[in-house]
């Protein structure tokens, strides 16, 4: 609690009621108890100081910073120590008293001058000795003259000694505190408490002193005189060792013009000087003499002064020195510079500007001084300029501005000028501009940007300049081109037709842009352009565009033909170019998705939906490679039910994927994206599915039911070389009745007629049944079924649904399809029936069999197996 504020105030209070009731329980009991109270006091403060300085030299292993703590602690030592001996028995308190004070007052001195911040240099620290003896000494000659002479003709010199050293001891502590150069507070707090410990032990000294004989019998101003001096010793340690304490705090910044102090001290000396002449002349004026005391105080305080001119006087003369010295090199350095230096006062308006300013670019003081700076620059430039100005001198920050300005010949020249406030400094007191001629970086840098920002290839710009298009663009809309099919040029045409396929499509998007919209090349095969119009007359623009590069390509010796996918999205709304080509091109890919059943050439404009239909198709683009070895695919069955009777005469396999994050994903979602990605992966996944569906169908012919399984083949699948063997090598291996498995193909994905009669006669050469699914969404007409060499017919609920508020106009179509199938030997299953209404239709059209919810959803094999043996049909 050493050094705590409310550990002080309490032993404050409570050494002044202790030192109160002093006066009246007698003079020695008195005595005893100021002693032990200041002195005890005393020595608890310099213990903790000496371990405050042990503590800083362990940690910095160094004398340095450490000295000033343990100077102030050794001062408290001798007083707690010097002041606890006048309490005892047998001494003489006034002798010890004295020498206390003669002893720790310099101790004090010198720890703080050692203190860190307080006095940087000897020369400085001689300098506070003398600042604080011409103040200490002068203000003693005073109150001699005026009344300590007149009132102590019997004093002796031991007192006048101890006189002497407080006043300048407590001086010089004043001046040191208030002169400390960094770490104010703590040099405050030190030099506050020391110069009270002064005060408080040199009044004690002398109230003892005064009564060497019969300091028993003193009177109560005496004995008021020792209180007061006990108080003050008492509270001295606290400020000591609270100032002590923040030595370490954040120093501050000492004027940079007197960093050591060694002249902001020299006036306080004026003050004390006047004041002793003021005095002096007061008592010649009123007949008094001077005793010898007073002549060798005036003495002292005339050499302190002497002294301490000559160190002022020298002082001045190297500061002198200091600033010629810079001025010398602060000219040399801006004449011989190639920048141009203009002072600038609060107003913007020029006061001073440098000699190369006639050099570099001829403009003369008179072109200059007295005129705002930006009348300088090109009206364009002014006001960007100014803002910059501004913010430098309202303290906002220091400036880099790029102008042009008129030279003394009545040219533009491009600079570069950096700006800062240097108002603070008496030397400059104004904005400091200063200038650069950057023409030659300009003109070297637009050479770079046409070489840089440009596609070498195509003299279309480059992405970085398109970006950097975009971002200075506020409003408007960006177009993102590929070409479709341009990887098959190069493979089958070579590198140079691929080229010119290149020049000849960027001058074709030159030729349908406005002039001001920016036509670039973003790498590869892929254009962007930029352009002001919004998002409608944008899509307009693509759908030129589009066009445009879906023409063929006549080139020599050569015609290729290609399409273009464009996406479409605005400028306003995103952060940055490069989010706003990124939509774009989200847009061209969702474009490019939906027009992979068509020619190409396909707009889209961005939708924040087309982001989640990305990702998730780019997610089973990932997962899709190796489904099979991770045992994620399943196959469920719908029952085929014959309609009069109720009971299943076969099942339809169904493809299900089922995956840990992406949930259950759907067959049409997945098989499209599998045969896009190529390779191995769909006849795989066929052969999975042919393979799955004829397991369970021998498990459930070896259980004796008599059914039948259909499995679904796409287009390319039916259209393979080897699909044909994998269905025999599928029979073979599972054991199954070739006439018990049916392929089924979508009428919509049929490939051209002779292939579809080639496949589909060869399955039904190895006894396999094929149907036509989903009949009646496609463009298969009823007489081509004909030339179809199809078992099964499943028509589609398109054909049998019943529109809201009509009834009737079904059953004739169905009628119409299940009569001309059954004179062509076809079987037809009417597929998804969901309702009564649905079943009566087909069944009044004739139609024998029906799959759907209503009788039965898809489902796992076991629970399918379940639903079987409920509805049972013996094997025959």
Request: hydrophobic share 50%; glycine share 10%; net charge neutral.
């Amino acid at each position: 609690m050493v050094g705590n504020p409310r550990t002080f105030w309490l032993v404050l209070l409570t050494a002044a009621a202790a030192l109160g009731a002093a006066a009246g329980i007698g003079p020695v009991l008195g005595l005893a108890v100021v002693a032990a109270a200041a002195g005890a006091t005393a020595l608890v403060h310099a213990g903790a100081l000496i371990r405050l300085a042990l503590r800083i030299h362990h940690g910095r292993r160094d004398f340095g910073p450490c000295r000033g703590a343990g100077f102030l602690g050794l001062g408290a030592l001798l007083t707690g120590a010097g002041v606890l001996a006048t309490g005892l028995p047998g001494v003489e308190p006034g002798p010890v008293a004295a020498a206390t004070t003669l002893l720790a007052a310099p101790t004090y001195l010198l720890g703080l001058l050692l203190l860190p911040g307080t006095a940087p240099t000897l020369a400085a620290r001689l300098r506070r000795l003398l600042d604080g003896a011409g103040i200490g000494v002068s203000l003693l000659y005073c109150a001699w003259v005026l009344t300590l002479g007149r009132t102590a003709a019997g004093l002796g010199p031991l007192r006048l000694a101890v006189a002497i050293t407080g006043a300048v001891a407590v001086a010089v502590a004043v001046v040191t505190g208030l002169r400390a150069v960094r770490h104010r507070p703590a040099a405050l707090g030190c030099s506050g408490g020391a110069a009270l410990s002064i005060l408080g032990s040199g009044g004690y000294s002398l109230s003892l002193l005064g009564h060497e004989r019969a300091w028993i019998q003193a009177p109560a101003a005496v004995t008021a005189g020792l209180v007061l001096a006990g108080l003050a010793m008492i509270a001295a340690p606290f400020l000591i060792t609270a100032g002590a304490r923040r030595a370490g705090d954040e120093p501050t910044r000492p004027e940079a013009y007197d960093e050591d102090g060694s002249l902001a001290a020299y006036p306080l000396l004026i003050a004390p000087a006047l004041l002793a002449v003021v005095v002096s002349a007061f008592h010649l004026l009123t007949g008094g003499r001077f005793d010898s005391t007073a002549v060798a105080l005036g003495v002292g305080a005339l050499a302190v002064l002497a002294v301490r001119e000559l160190l002022a006087s020298r002082d001045i003369r190297r500061y002198a020195r200091t600033l010629a010295g810079r001025e010398a090199r602060f000219r040399t350095l801006v004449s011989g510079s190639s920048d141009v230096t203009i002072v600038l006062d609060a107003d913007l308006v020029a006061r001073w500007q440098s000699p190369a300013a006639a050099r570099q670019f001829g403009l003369a003081d008179s072109d200059v001084l007295g005129r705002a700076f930006t009348d300088l620059l090109h009206p364009d430039d002014a006001a960007p300029v100014t803002t910059a100005l501004r913010a430098v001198r309202d303290g906002r920050q220091d400036g880099l501005v790029q102008a042009r300005l008129r030279d003394g010949f009545g040219q533009w020249r491009d600079t570069e000028s950096t700006v800062s406030d240097r108002r603070g400094e008496p030397e400059v007191a104004g904005l400091v501009v200063h200038v650069r001629d950057v023409g030659d970086r300009a003109r070297l840098q637009r050479t770079l940007d046409e070489v840089t920002w440009t596609d070498d290839q195509t003299g279309l710009a480059n992405r970085r300049k398109f970006l950097a298009a975009v971002a200075a663009n506020a409003r408007g809309s960006v177009l993102a081109l590929e070409l479709d099919r341009f990887e098959t040029v190069a493979d089958l045409h070579g590198p140079t037709v691929a080229a010119a396929v290149l020049i000849e499509a960027a001058r074709r998007l030159r030729a349908s842009i406005a002039p001001d919209d920016l036509p670039a090349r973003l790498g590869g095969n892929a254009f962007g352009v930029l352009t002001d119009a919004p998002l409608v007359r944008a899509f307009a623009l693509a759908t030129r565009l589009a066009t445009a590069l879906a023409e063929p390509f006549h080139l020599p010796g050569h015609t290729v033909h290609l399409a273009a996918d464009v996406g479409v999205a605005g400028v306003e709304g995103t952060a940055a170019p490069e989010e706003t080509v990124r939509r774009a091109d989200v847009a061209r890919r969702r474009a490019r998705q939906l027009s992979r059943s068509s020619a190409g050439g396909r707009v889209e404009c961005y939708d924040r939906s087309f982001e989640a239909a990305l990702v998730r198709r780019t997610d089973i683009e990932q997962q899709l490679p190796g489904v099979i070895g991770r045992g994620e695919l399943d196959l469920v069955f719908q029952p085929v039910v014959d309609l009069a009777t109720r009971q299943p005469v076969g099942a339809e396999a169904l493809l299900r994927w089922r995956h840990p994050r992406l949930g259950n994903v759907p067959p049409a979602e997945f098989l499209p994206i599998a045969e896009e990605l190529g390779g191995p992966l769909p006849e795989e996944i066929a052969a999975w599915v042919l393979h799955s569906a004829c397991r369970h169908l021998s498990r459930w012919h070896r259980d004796g039911r008599d059914l039948w399984v259909s499995a679904n083949v796409s287009a390319r699948q039916l259209a393979a070389d080897g699909w044909l063997r994998a269905v025999a090598t599928a029979i073979d291996t599972h054991d199954v009745p070739a006439e018990s498995l049916v392929i089924e193909v979508t009428e919509a994905a049929l490939p051209d007629d002779t292939v579809a009669v080639e496949q589909l006669a060869g399955l039904r050469a190895l006894g396999v049944r094929t149907a036509l699914d989903h009949f009646g969404t496609g463009p298969t007409a009823l007489a081509h079924l004909r030339r179809l060499p199809i078992d099964v017919l499943k028509i589609d609920q398109a054909l049998f649904n019943e529109p809201a508020g009509r009834r009737g106009p079904a059953t004739p179509i169905v009628d119409v399809v299940v009569t001309l199938a059954r004179r062509l030997g076809i079987d037809v299953i009417a597929c998804g029936l969901e309702t009564q209404s649905h079943v009566d239709v087909v069944r009044a059209a004739g139609c024998p069999l029906g799959q759907g919810y209503l009788l039965s959803p898809p489902d796992h094999a076991e629970h399918v197996e379940a639903y079987l043996e409920r509805h049972r049909t013996p094997m025959l």
